[in-house]
């Protein structure tokens, strides 16, 4: 079965900072990846995704992501966060089937301090 | 924001008496799929659909039971809520079973 793990569960930054949040997946086929954003009493909303192509994948917001296949990992990055970008992020992954196959990682709180 | 609309947004209830969450879409899409989101636990698929009268169970379906008689309306019932299903749940809608899922709003929904 396949998995998803969030390394960091809360991260606390300072406006400006730079921002990578982890994620790593269990699951030797090809999958699709997603990052969500859940603003605090939101519903999530997607902010990028990987199919195919490019591994470098540049979402909303300025948030980009990097899929490492030999590493089972896409990382979340921003050069420089904002007040506004505090929220939970959620990592997920879907094998081959459908979106009922995604797997959600369990989610990283950001908080960015002004 | 893809039309989701879940009501009612927050409720309080009973142990052992029966809940029925609504979740309505405008976006004619083919694909609905219900989720709780539970501290330490992400969000985890109870139910999913992919056509009208077309469903199936998801990762934690017991105590759950779905049902959708038309496209926009997918409905989530509890037939005997317990405290565990406290939680809040998620409406998600895809377009094909291949795409990105849109999400409600959500509904807090508590078990006393």
């Known amino acids: 079965a396949q998995s998803v793990s969030q390394h960091n569960h809360h991260v606390i930054l300072s406006e400006a900072a730079s921002l990578e949040l982890g994620c790593n997946y269990s699951?030797?086929?090809?999958?699709?990846l997603f990052w969500y954003v859940q603003y605090p009493g939101q519903h999530l909303q997607l902010l990028l995704k990987y199919f195919s192509g490019d591994p470098l994948v540049k979402g909303i917001k300025g948030f980009e992501a990097e899929f490492i296949k030999s590493k089972f990992s896409f990382n979340l990055r921003k050069p420089s966060v904002q007040w506004s970008d505090t929220a939970e992020y959620f990592c997920a992954v879907k094998s081959s089937g459908g979106y009922q196959k995604v797997t959600f990682g369990i989610g990283t709180k950001l908080q960015v301090i002004p | 924001d893809a039309g989701i609309t879940q009501s009612p947004r927050h409720k309080v209830t009973e142990t052992g008496t029966p809940v029925t969450l609504r979740c309505h879409q405008t976006?004619?899409?083919?694909?609905m799929y219900w989720y709780r989101q539970d501290p330490g636990h992400g969000l985890r698929l109870i139910h999913y659909?992919?056509?009208?009268?077309?469903?199936d169970k998801g990762e934690v379906s017991d105590g759950y039971s779905v049902s959708r008689s038309k496209t926009e309306d997918f409905l989530l019932t509890l037939e005997s809520a317990t405290s565990s299903q406290t939680s809040v749940y998620f409406c998600?809608?895809?377009?094909?079973?291949?795409?990105?899922?849109?999400f409600g709003q959500g509904t807090r929904l508590t078990v006393v």
């Open positions: 699951y030797g086929g090809t999958v699709n």
């Open positions: 998600a809608i895809s377009e094909s079973r291949d795409t990105e899922a849109f």
């Open positions: 976006e004619n899409h083919r694909y």
């Open positions: 659909s992919y056509g009208v009268k077309d469903t």
